[in-house]
């Protein structure tokens, strides 16, 4: 965790597969914001998967296989996110079934022993009136079910939340090692000046550290 006096990183999991889920998404880091939050969206602080899809298409790469180095890149992205950027996790469970991605980054929050919270105001996917224990036990078996109560429910999360030194990578599993190291890379580069809207600079980064190294053969 950071000191008391910098400001702490969130990390902002749920759907985000069509507009509302989207905005509904906006709207949980919006207010994380204005309440003194650092915050992380994947779908407006990473990379626009398809602008750089498209780049890399036009550079010859055949779409799926530019689409699974890609997906790579955003994978080693989120996990370098969560394991070095953020101290803790608002996790959003809204959907028929909790989103697969936002699950796999709670538990990883979780395991890292971070600061997690879960918000929930639909009940499709509650199981005689109760969520998955296996999903739930990871926040406590408790949740809020409006967006305006994150932030406090955040703030008391970070308070009563055993301190403890930044995790070392060098402890951490040799794969998640190699997917911190190449979700750095990718971070500075999109942290650069100008980098962000730079997609042909981005697609370049993707491809050094994600593309396949012998292209003849997928090319033949």
Not at 82 to 111: F, H, I, K, Q
Not at 162 to 180: C, G, N, Y
Request: charged residues 20%; proline residues 5%; contains cysteine.
């Amino acid at each position: 965790m950071q000191h008391s006096n910098e400001q702490i990183r969130v990390y902002c999991a749920g759907p985000l597969f069509n507009r509302s889920e989207r905005e509904e998404m906006t709207a949980i880091a919006d207010l994380l914001t204005e309440t003194g939050y650092s915050v992380y969206l994947p779908h407006r602080d990473g990379m626009e998967f398809r602008l750089v899809l498209e780049i890399l298409v036009e550079r010859n790469w055949d779409t799926p296989t530019a689409a699974q180095f890609l997906h790579e890149a955003i994978f080693s992205l989120d996990v370098y996110q969560l394991v070095v950027e953020c101290e803790a996790m608002v996790w959003n469970l809204n959907g028929r079934t909790p989103d697969e991605g936002a699950v796999s980054e709670a538990a990883m929050t979780w395991m890292l022993g971070k600061p997690l919270i879960a918000y929930q105001d639909d009940v499709r996917s509650l199981i005689q009136g109760r969520m998955n224990p296996l999903l739930v036990g990871m926040v406590n078996f408790e949740s809020v079910d409006q967006i305006e109560l994150i932030p406090n429910a955040l703030s008391v999360s970070i308070m009563n939340h055993e301190l403890r030194p930044a995790v070392s990578l060098t402890a951490l599993p040799v794969k998640v090692q190699k997917a911190v190291q190449a979700g750095q890379v990718l971070w500075h580069a999109l942290c650069s000046e100008g980098t962000q809207k730079d997609n042909e600079m981005i697609a370049s980064v993707v491809e050094e550290l994600f593309a396949p190294n012998d292209r003849s053969t997928l090319l033949a």
